[in-house]
């Protein structure tokens, strides 16, 4: 339903063509990381976040939030600034579970921004604070390694949880 209504209030758009986000502040990278097998896999990504830096009507900042294994990240940024060094990469972890995605989102406990140097200005920071500040949730910078560590650790600690109340 959500989708819908954004959609049809021209809040929302679906394209297969990168410059379709020519004009905009930054781009959002969200893709599956399993293979068919359910094993991770960060092709998808790495080729998403390349196709993006090859086309120069794509914003130059390009946030991650598929699930990456730490180190992954800095990777990718370093690609994406070898074919285009104005290039800024940061990994934004989603942590929502299924059934509960919508208000998750809406409401999360954390919000997590990983930047390349967290301790000097960043304006993809500052725009993805502006982005998720009106949630009322603490709003975490770090470097993006730490970022992604933080998202495993979210997930290792969901599914013992899991096993937990499954073995009672």
């Given at each position: 339903e959500l989708v819908a209504e954004g959609v049809a209030d021209g809040r929302l758009e679906f394209h297969a063509d990168p410059g379709a986000s020519a004009g905009s502040r930054l781009v959002i990278v969200a893709v599956g990381?399993?293979?068919?097998?359910?094993?991770?896999?960060?092709?998808?990504?790495?080729?998403?976040?390349?196709?993006?830096?090859?086309?120069?009507?794509?914003?130059?900042?390009?946030?991650?939030?598929?699930?990456?294994?730490p180190g992954t990240a800095v990777e990718i940024a370093r690609a994406a600034?070898?074919?285009?060094?104005?290039?800024?990469?940061?990994?934004?972890?989603?942590?929502?579970?299924?059934?509960?995605?919508?208000?998750?989102?809406?409401?999360?406990?954390?919000?997590?921004?990983?930047?390349?140097?967290?301790?000097?200005?960043?304006?993809?920071?500052d725009d993805l604070h502006r982005l998720y500040e009106p949630l009322g949730a603490p709003i975490v910078v770090t470097d993006l390694t730490s970022a992604e560590t933080i998202?495993?650790?979210?997930?290792?600690?969901?599914?013992?949880?899991?096993t937990f109340a499954n073995e009672l």
């Open positions: 990381t399993l293979d068919a097998d359910g094993e991770w896999f960060g092709g998808l990504v790495t080729r998403a976040v390349e196709d993006l830096v090859r086309d120069p009507r794509v914003p130059r900042s390009i946030v991650i939030r598929s699930t990456l294994l600034r070898a074919i285009d060094p104005s290039v800024v990469v940061a990994f934004n972890p989603e942590f929502t579970r299924e059934a509960s995605a919508v208000e998750d989102f809406l409401g999360p406990d954390r919000v997590v921004i990983g930047v390349a140097d967290p301790a000097s200005d960043s304006p993809i920071a998202k495993i650790a979210s997930n290792v600690f969901l599914a013992a949880k899991i």
